[in-house]
């Protein structure tokens, strides 16, 4: 069983910076792949960002490509996503989620076993 917590939401005018962050805690969660999801309101579950166990490879979706990074810290069993040149379209509930699967299905939300609570984004015009 794995544990995640996100931190790190708020309220940010266009073109501000956040940084997010997820705690992970339980058996071997530096061993899965780890993904960044965003659901707006009204709006299906989307894609944001994913990383391998060992940082050495990320994905992006093409809406953040430039603008978010992903990253972790296996340390301190913490995955993070910094988003810069924020827009309002990038305003939604921010998760992320912990795999089994490697990078194999990093885009699909189904292939995720571990999800956190959320975190708000809100971005202003």
């Known amino acids: 069983q794995v544990q995640l917590v996100e931190s790190g939401g708020g309220l940010v005018q266009a073109g501000g910076s956040l940084r997010l962050s997820c705690a992970a805690s339980g058996r071997t969660s530096s061993s899965y792949a780890m993904g960044w999801f965003r659901q707006a309101p009204g709006k299906e579950r989307e894609f944001v960002a994913h990383i391998n166990w060992s940082g050495s490879i990320t994905y992006y979706a093409d809406s953040v490509k430039g603008r978010f990074t992903i990253s972790r810290d296996n340390a301190k069993n913490t995955v993070y996503l910094q988003m810069n040149s924020l827009k309002p379209e990038d305003t939604a509930v921010y998760y992320c989620?912990?795999?089994?699967?490697?990078?194999?299905?990093?885009?699909?939300?189904?292939?995720?076993?571990?999800w956190g609570q959320g975190t708000q984004v809100t971005v202003s015009s």
């Open positions: 989620a912990a795999t089994k699967y490697g990078t194999s299905w990093y885009s699909r939300s189904d292939k995720y076993d571990y």
